[in-house]
């Protein structure tokens, strides 16, 4: 099933966070990771395309476990920077 993003909105999907440690990072804290991968988006978007990693705001709108993966729909606006 694909899925097309409306007007200014942005598909993404967190990206687990990782480090380089040896503290135990519980399930909770992965989850409000501010890094996510483009998935889709709207015909309104400019400057960001599906495969970037990106910065976004830790309380986004989600639509949790869609086909078994935890995507996010939030506005372009809401994204903070693209990761290099």
Known sequence: ???KPL???VLVKR???THKSIIFIPDVARENSKR???IAVG???NGV???DVVLVPGAASKYPD???EDFMSIQVADIGGIFG
């Open 7 to 9: 007007n200014d909105r």
């Open 66 to 68: 869609w086909e078994r």
């Open 43 to 45: 015909p309104k978007v």
């Open 15 to 17: 990206l687990p966070e």
């Open 36 to 38: 996510a991968e483009v």
């Open 1 to 3: 099933m694909k899925i």
């Open 49 to 51: 395309q599906p495969g």
